[in-house]
């Protein structure tokens, strides 16, 4: 069965470095997505993607925050300079034609 | 603005008990729900969906929920518990045009405990 993956599984950084999630979608999904989970809190969204281009995005995804899809099977969330309350667990979906979105596993990142 | 409101943060059920988690939203057209589970450690799972019709929809592992639109629930329910169930379980509503983008609003989550 189709799934999404994500590496790594856990991110440890220092305040201020970049870091970069990645993202496989199940191939043949069109429409991309980041949520995030602070730790005792409800997932929330990021942003959405749809042919190559950011299609909404919260309030929580500021200039730090980019997304890419640098080819045909990769999705990243990109964080120029990590804060303290970055720190949260990353989930990245995907979903096709119907209205269902699957999501990976996550990455917890962690930031000291 | 959508929302979606779990009420019980915890809830504790003995294993072959029935069990029934509530969910209620707030959306102002037609909503697209969704339960949703996740494992310690693990990404969310999807159990099941409305998009419309039979108000009683079947998901995976035994699961079901019934939407109520006088009531704005989608309560999540099993006949019978079995002690893998243990997680938490989010209800979802999907916000946005129906062909649209259809960003996911999530409750807080409901975790449940299953007693031998």
């Known amino acids: 069965e189709p799934e999404v993956t994500q590496t790594p599984s856990h991110q440890v950084t220092q305040m201020g470095q970049e870091v970069i999630l990645r993202c496989v979608p199940i191939?043949?999904?069109?429409?991309f997505y980041w949520y995030r989970q602070i730790l005792g809190q409800k997932v929330e969204f990021l942003v959405s993607f749809y042919n190559n281009e950011i299609s909404e995005k919260s309030e929580i995804f500021d200039d730090q925050f980019s997304v890419e899809r640098p080819d045909g099977s990769n999705f990243t969330l990109k964080i120029r300079s990590t804060k303290l309350e970055d720190s949260a667990m990353y989930f990245c979906?995907?979903?096709?034609?119907?209205?269902?979105?699957?999501f990976g596993p996550g990455t917890r990142l962690t930031v000291t | 603005a959508q929302s979606v409101t779990q009420p019980d943060i915890h809830i504790t059920v003995s294993e072959g008990a029935s069990l029934e988690l509530r969910c209620n939203y707030s959306?102002?057209?037609?909503?697209?729900l969704f339960w949703y589970v996740q494992s310690p450690g693990q990404g969310l799972q999807l159990l099941l969906k409305y998009f419309s019709g039979d108000t009683l929809v079947q998901g995976i592992k035994g699961f079901e929920a019934e939407f109520k639109r006088s009531q704005s629930s989608f309560n999540l329910r099993k006949p019978s518990v079995h002690w893998s169930d243990a997680a938490e379980y989010f209800c979802a509503v999907g916000a946005g045009t129906p062909f649209g983008f259809q960003k996911l609003v999530f409750g807080t989550g409901t975790r449940l405990l299953v007693s031998p």
């Open positions: 959306y102002g057209a037609t909503p697209y």
């Open positions: 979906a995907s979903r096709g034609q119907s209205y269902e979105q699957y």
């Open positions: 191939s043949n999904h069109l429409y």
